[in-house]
């Protein structure tokens, strides 16, 4: 089983559509969780962490439920600029430790 | 903001050869350094942790006779592709944890790298 598990896509949507996005992680231990957004052939960007209590960051929402070990990232009004590739992130600590990637969920935005 | 400088960030190099990749913290120390690999339409994976003054700590399955790291100061740490193969074709991108109050990670551009 792998450690983070995202579906790939592609999400196709319409601009100002709402989409939402589930990733789910295989260590309980996990401590930290974010979303990364990749354009192609870029670095990845960090878009918000995710906290247990949920958090708004403008048009974006994370969730987490440790009890199932799910994280999910909803976008609002969807942007054409927000085609890209979005990364479920956990950490095993907060500390040092690298970061463990998803596959990412391809979203590309229609005009 | 935490920058890391990364170059090159393509190459395209015959089979045999060896490239070598920097990641440079630019104004911030990089104790550890963390080597990724991305090949296309799959995630990034980690290759190496580097620490600055020690050996890196190499993930199963990479070969660290092959992919060679070195960070000799706080600053600069290199990855080496020896011998590369077209199989070794892909994007390699170095992230650094920033001791900022924040203590995110800050990653490089990336380098594309092409064997032929």
């Known amino acids: 089983r792998k450690e983070v598990e995202q579906d790939p896509g592609p999400f196709n949507v319409p601009e100002g559509a709402t989409v939402a996005f589930n990733c789910t992680y295989s260590?309980?231990?996990?401590?930290?969780f974010f979303w990364y957004r990749q354009d192609c052939r870029k670095e990845p960007k960090l878009l918000m962490s995710v906290y247990s209590s949920g958090n708004e960051d403008g048009r974006f929402t994370a969730q987490l439920n440790r009890a199932s070990q799910y994280i999910s990232l909803l976008i609002r009004d969807s942007k054409l600029s927000d085609s890209a590739t979005y990364l479920c992130?956990?950490?095993?600590?907060?500390?040092?430790?690298?970061?463990?990637f998803g596959k990412g969920t391809r979203l590309s935005v229609i005009a | 903001g935490a920058v890391v400088s990364q170059h090159p960030s393509w190459v395209i190099c015959k089979s045999g050869t060896s490239v070598k990749i920097e990641c440079r913290s630019l104004d911030f120390q990089a104790t550890t350094m963390f080597w990724y690999r991305q090949f296309p339409k799959q995630s990034l994976m980690l290759m190496a942790t580097?620490?600055?003054?020690?050996?890196?700590?190499?993930e199963q399955g990479v070969e660290k006779d092959k992919f060679l790291i070195n960070h000799a100061s706080l600053t600069l740490s290199t990855l080496t592709v020896t011998s590369a193969h077209p199989e070794d074709s892909s994007f390699y991108i170095c992230?650094?944890?920033?001791?900022?109050?924040?203590?995110?990670?800050?990653f490089g551009s990336g380098t594309r790298l092409t064997v032929v």
């Open positions: 992130v956990v950490n095993l600590s907060s500390g040092n430790t690298p970061l463990v």
């Open positions: 580097s620490n600055e003054g020690s050996k890196a700590t190499y």
């Open positions: 260590n309980s231990a996990s401590q930290s």
């Open positions: 992230s650094a944890r920033t001791a900022h109050v924040f203590y995110g990670y800050t």
